[in-house]
């Protein structure tokens, strides 16, 4: 074959792509092994609470205190928009279902996904890089199940947890600009989101997303760590990789959740 | 039984990417000897060991260890063969984020239903084995290089194994570090009945310790001996290699056109 | 990190995340208030249903006694059939007249309850047939344009 600037152009095309296929089907075997060799993980279930203390309780202080800043900021901004149309006592509406629904769930996963799957990927990577995965293996024990799968399961556990903690302190700080620095009537504001914010439809909705989040970051993250180049360059390549892919991971599936669960509603 | 190698390798060849690594190695390793695998870096060494331990599999050939025979396992089997190995990895390979004491529980608890108190008896043995008893609260990032090898050591014979591969256990060690864990791999063989097989380009350490050596270059065994042999050997490879030299059947310069040619060409072009 | 102040955290941060989820449950979102009760169903049919939409409050004398459960259209009387489930706890007349209302000009819109004076209450799955339909602001402004300009030209 004549190798011209197209052909080349074209076969490197075609390398790009396939590689890309190739390496999702990969990561979705990789998932498979996970769920499958998920036994030890949750027999011995003081593997994955070590865990859930890493990603969890470690991203604790952010998740809080981005809550309650962006549910201040949701109180300023929504309460000057709302006051323009004379309906100001709405605020406790637009907060609330703004967090449950949306910022809550992605917000929280964005900050997790920086937080915990970039850490995850560190540590896994650093453990291939080491050879303390291939000594594992040697020792008869399999690095998925006593390494990947914990962390998988810890990140699908934190997630929803964080998620909820994250509205809850967002609504909290919409309450704070709103009733207490702006004035807006504290009755109207509890009682017009009581009457507007579904449990089943709004708020159980969003923790479903944030589990589907929670998934996606962790077998992103645990995957990124498990594949990387055993080399001080190929693990924060990997750790970019997990933060910059799970991110817009995140938000495509927020979309399509958001279309399937609010369609008409 | 006993008469028969521990390992054995027939005719093994091993591919990576279609570049050939390994081209037809034959080794035997007797039971309850020393074996060294020497060559230079990159020449396949590393490789032979990951066949033996099975984390690859030979493109063609056999490798048999215990009587059986490695690349038709499956994973059960793989793994059943595996507790009865130990592995020394190059820098340890060392748990980061669990202490000594729980790198070498690290298998006991993993693969038995021992008591706690049993296993603490016999995690002492083994960190005394390698003189590190008093060593156990402390975490991998405490420990020297040279110490870092010897509990790792530890946690390799935590089982008692048959067989222990030592995956360049001298590299960047201080001389007392260096020939303590020389010492170490001949005394813990002998003691515990175990065959060893130590891959190393560190010449001198591993001649002083070794019952034979398997010379490999460029994915061949070149040459094969008892360390007295090696010694008094007159092949130029083998020579080069023990005394160091820098230029010999190993060529200083990476193969490349003659420099004259290049620099003419070059000239030319720049032209 | 031993065991026990590890599991003592993840337990703190679980119950954490457990009571931040019974705070949107209770105090933000309607578990406290609805679905909790049982509940009847009751349909009615408007010519015009204006912006209702499905989980709008139904509401007598301004209080909520129920939700708009489904809104379809009737095919066959060319009709907005809504059906809506009201709280057990209250019983409605059977003259009871339906009508959609807004609160504030552009709030949202719900179904109020004219009560009636008939002895007979209504019951599970009956059907209310005196209704008012929604008022849509457009026709509202064209029809005072129109009696205004009607007005003029006398």
Redesign the interface.
């Known amino acids: 074959m004549p190798a011209n600037g197209l052909t080349r152009a074209l076969q490197g095309l075609g390398r790009r792509v396939t590689d890309r296929i190739w390496r999702l089907g990969f990561a979705a075997r990789f998932l498979m092994a996970t769920v499958m060799y998920s036994g030890t993980a949750l027999r011995r279930f ?1 593997l994955t ?2 865990e ?2 890493f990603t ?2 470690l991203s ?1 202080i952010i998740i809080l205190v981005s809550g309650l800043f962006v549910g201040m900021v949701l109180g300023l901004q929504g309460y000057d928009t709302l006051q323009r ?1 004379g ?1 100001s006592e709405a605020l406790g509406i637009l907060v ?1 279902l703004s967090l ?1 629904r949306e910022l809550g769930p992605v917000v929280a996963a964005l900050l997790f996904a920086s937080r915990a799957g970039s850490a995850i990927t560190a540590e896994i990577g650093l453990m291939k890089a080491t050879e303390q995965l291939s000594a594992m293996e040697m020792m008869a024990v399999d690095p998925i199940a006593r390494v990947v799968a914990p962390r998988f399961w810890a990140g699908v556990i ?1 997630m ?3 998620a ?2 994250f ?3 967002g ?1 909290f700080g919409g309450y704070l600009v709103g009733v207490q620095l702006i004035g807006v009537d504290e009755g109207s504001f ?1 009682s017009q ?3 507007s ?7 159980m909705n969003g ?1 479903i997303k944030s589990f589907v989040f929670g998934a996606i970051i962790s077998w992103i993250a645990v995957f990124e760590g498990y594949d990387c180049e055993p080399t001080a360059e190929g693990v924060s390549g990997a750790t970019t990789r997990t933060v910059v892919t799970s991110s817009l991971a995140i938000l495509a599936a927020d979309f399509i959740l958001t279309a399937l669960m609010f369609r008409g ?1 | 039984m006993s008469s028969e190698p521990l390992v054995k390798l027939t005719d093994v060849n091993f591919t990576y990417d279609r570049r050939p690594v390994l081209q037809g190695i034959n080794m035997e390793i007797p039971r309850g000897k020393v074996v060294a695998i020497m060559g230079l870096s990159g020449c396949g060494k590393t490789t032979t060991l990951r066949l033996i331990g099975g984390q690859l599999k030979a493109t063609s050939g056999e490798v048999k260890v215990n009587g059986q025979v490695v690349n038709d396992l499956d994973n059960d089997g793989l793994y059943a063969l595996r507790r009865r190995m130990g592995m020394l990895f190059q820098f340890g390979a060392l748990f980061t984020d669990m202490s000594v004491y729980d790198n070498v529980a690290f298998q006991m608890r993993e693969h038995t239903d021992l008591p706690n108190e049993l296993i603490h008896d016999l995690v002492m043995m083994k960190l005394h084995a390698v003189g590190l008893r008093g060593a156990q609260k402390l975490m991998p990032s405490e420990l020297s290089g040279g110490m870092a090898r010897r509990v790792a050591l530890a946690r390799a014979i935590a089982l008692d194994p048959l067989l222990i591969l030592y995956d360049e256990p001298f590299a960047g060690l201080d001389p007392i570090s260096l020939s303590v864990v020389g010492k170490l791999i001949r005394t813990l063989n002998d003691a515990l009945g175990i065959s060893s097989v130590v891959v190393t380009h560190d010449i001198q350490e591993s001649l002083k310790i070794v019952d034979y050596v398997y010379f490999v270059s460029e994915g061949k065994i070149v040459a094969q001996g008892t360390a007295d042999e090696i010694k008094d050997s007159a092949e130029p490879y083998v020579h080069q290699f023990i005394w160091g030299e820098a230029d010999g059947p190993v060529s200083f310069h990476y193969p490349a056109r003659s420099f004259g040619e290049q620099i003419y060409k070059e000239a030319a072009r720049a032209r | ?1 031993n ?1 026990a102040t ?2 003592l ?2 337990g ?3 119950a ?3 009571a ?2 019974l ?3 209770l ?7 609805s ?1 909790v009760g049982e509940t009847y169903q009751l349909q009615a049919e408007f010519d015009n249903i204006g912006g209702l ?3 709008a ?1 139904v509401k007598s004398a301004g209080v ?1 006694v129920g939700r708009v459960a489904d809104i379809r259209f009737d095919p066959e009387s060319y009709k907005a059939a809504v059906s809506m489930k009201i709280d057990a706890r209250y019983k409605f007349p059977r003259d009871t007249i339906l009508t959609i209302n807004t609160s ?1 000009i ?2 949202e819109q719900y179904v109020g309850f004219e009560v009636g004076g008939d002895t007979e209450m209504l019951k599970n799955g009956d059907t209310v047939k005196k209704t008012q339909s929604a008022v849509v602001l457009e026709k509202l402004i064209s029809q005072f344009m129109f009696n205004k300009a009607q007005d003029e030209s006398k």
């Open positions: 003081n609470i070590r859930i203390y969890g309780v604790l149309y309906s609330a449950v934190s929803p947890l964080l909820m903690l509205s809850a302190m609504i509890w989101m009581q009457a914010v579904d449990f089943r439809e709004d708020i923790v509603a | 990190m065991r590890l599991d955290w993840v703190f941060f679980v954490i995340g457990l931040a989820l705070f949107l449950a105090k933000v979102g309607n578990l406290a208030s679905n939409k499905i989980r409050p909520v504030g552009l709030g």
